[in-house]
T-cell receptor, first 116, second 115 residues
Framework: AQKITQTQPGMFVQEKEAVTLDCTYD???????LFWYKQPSSGEMIFLIY??????QNATEGRYSLNFQKARKSANLVISASQLGDSAMYFC?????????????FGKGTRLSVIA | NAGVTQTPKFQVLKTGQSMTLQCAQD?????MSWYRQDPGMGLRLIHY???????DQGEVPNGYNVSRSTTEDFPLRLLSAAPSQTSVYFC??????????????FGPGTRLTVL
């Protein structure tokens, strides 16, 4: 079974600053995928970034990067140069890729507020 | 591609009524799933399917039924609505067990209120 823990219910960041959203996970699968999603106030779920457990390098997508520390079982999202439009809920999620049919498991989310 | 579509966007039911939430995808994804989102709870998996004719239960399946007769469609049925089923429901789809391509794409959600 997989478990995702997001310990920050809410975060504030100044516009143009960088911010790190924490995510730790637990799994018995030797191979797994880690995801981050953004949910703005409009409600849709927007895929941001993906990291495979087998990937040697940290994933990056524009201003988003995933700080993957496999030994510590952490997959923190780093947003550089925050913008007002980054204010949203952010969810970390994972799925196993080996042991049978393993669906996506989500954390409870972190609400990010960007301040002008 | 339309992606993942859900209907209706909003629905109000009375306790005891039944209804079906529709979900369709046009990306030929094998994997489809239903989640519910409640405040402070994140997204919790209700049911999922890894292909036509195959479904399985998730974390919170009670009170819901699903079927998967085609690759494209994955309807969620509420058998006898209860106030505890008031929530936002998301349908999602993805390829399955292809590392790097298993990103789930979400529908816009259905906001359900049970009175």
């Amino acid at each position: 079974a997989q478990k995702i823990t997001q310990t920050q219910p809410g975060m504030f960041v100044q516009e143009k600053e960088a911010v790190t959203l924490d995510c730790t996970y637990d799994t018995s699968d030797p191979s797994y995928g880690l995801f981050w999603y953004k949910q703005p106030s409009s409600g849709e779920m927007i895929f941001l970034i993906y990291q495979g457990s087998y990937d040697q390098q940290n994933a990056t997508e524009g201003r988003y990067s995933l700080n993957f520390q496999k030994a510590r079982k952490s997959a923190n999202l780093v947003i550089s140069a925050s913008q007002l439009g980054d204010s949203a809920m952010y969810f970390c999620a994972m799925r196993g890729l080996v042991s049978g049919n393993t669906p996506l498991v989500f954390g409870k989310g972190t609400r990010l507020s960007v301040i002008a | 591609n339309a992606g993942v579509t859900q209907t209706p966007k909003f629905q109000v039911l009375k306790t005891g009524q039944s209804m079906t939430l529709q979900c369709a995808q046009d990306m030929n994804h094998e994997y489809m799933s239903w989640y519910r989102q409640d405040p402070g709870m994140g997204l919790r998996l209700i049911h999922y399917s890894v292909g036509a004719g195959i479904t399985d239960q998730g974390e919170v399946p009670n009170g819901y039924n699903v079927s998967r007769s085609t690759t494209e469609d994955f309807p969620l049925r509420l058998l006898s609505a209860a106030p505890s089923q008031t929530s936002v429901y998301f349908c999602a789809s993805s390829y399955f067990r292809l590392p790097g391509t298993d990103t789930q794409y979400f529908g816009p959600g259905t906001r359900l209120t049970v009175l």
